[in-house]
């Protein structure tokens, strides 16, 4: 089955800084890769995702890029802010006929 | 709006004793999911449903089972609990290889 890993598990960045959060997955028929926010006391929520016929999406401050060649894929925040704080979980499927596999998370800290 | 939801939403409960944990959902989809969160872990899928007649064992099923009653219904039963069991618990929800949305969490206790 897929495997997915997550680097690093805590990540403490000043506010305006940018902040790089690094997966891996095993599965090469894996397709769909979507990151997840989860604010404390709240539920995981989708803030972005790619399939794998881009190599980079954008969203105002957010980015993620991705390699199918080295299986690895990125999220990336810039100008961070302290409501940037918060666990982010990526995940990868086989979109439609696999489950998605999670990473074990990266907490965010954003200090003003 | 249309929303996933999970009932209850905190629970406290002794070793050995069956409870279950209920979800709804109004957004119409097909696919429904368990998940377990514990610090440090991420989250785990106990099972998984892709339409009412489907049922499937996730990578941490030992000690649940679960109940698709309708389209909009997904319920997770423990058994007899257990303290290692104590965790907060997600309910997802998606269509066809699309975004999950999540329910609120139950968080239980077991003690």
């Known amino acids: 089955g897929e495997n997915v890993e997550q680097h690093p598990s805590t990540l403490s960045v000043q506010e305006g800084d940018s902040a790089v959060i690094k997966c891996t997955y095993s599965?090469?028929?894996?397709?769909?890769f979507p990151w997840y926010k989860q604010e404390l006391g709240k539920r995981p929520q989708l803030i972005i995702d790619?399939?794998?016929?881009?190599g980079e999406k954008k969203d105002q401050r957010i980015a993620v890029t991705l390699n199918k060649t080295a299986k690895h894929f990125s999220l990336h925040i810039t100008e961070t802010q302290p409501e940037d704080s918060a666990v982010y979980f990526c995940?990868?499927?086989?979109?439609?006929?696999?489950?998605?596999?999670f990473g074990k998370g990266t907490m965010l800290l954003v200090s003003p | 709006d249309a929303d996933v939801t999970q009932t209850p939403r905190n629970r406290i409960t002794k070793t050995g004793k069956r409870i279950m944990l209920e979800c709804s959902q109004t957004?119409?989809?097909?696919?429904m999911y368990w998940y377990r969160q514990d610090p440090g872990l991420g989250l785990q899928l106990i099972y998984y449903?892709?339409?009412?007649?489907?049922?499937n064992k996730g990578e941490i099923s030992d000690g649940y089972s679960v109940s698709r009653q309708a389209q909009a219904k997904f319920s997770l039963s423990l058994e007899s609990a257990i303290p290692n069991q104590t965790a907060l618990y997600f309910c997802?929800?998606?269509?066809?290889?699309?975004?999950?949305?999540f329910g609120p969490g139950t968080r239980l206790t077991v003690l």
């Open positions: 997802a929800t998606s269509d066809f290889g699309g975004e999950q949305f």
């Open positions: 599965d090469s028929a894996s397709n769909y």
């Open positions: 995940a990868a499927s086989m979109a439609g006929y696999s489950t998605l596999t």
């Open positions: 449903s892709f339409d009412v007649k489907d049922i």
């Open positions: 957004k119409g989809h097909d696919r």
């Open positions: 790619i399939r794998s016929n881009v």
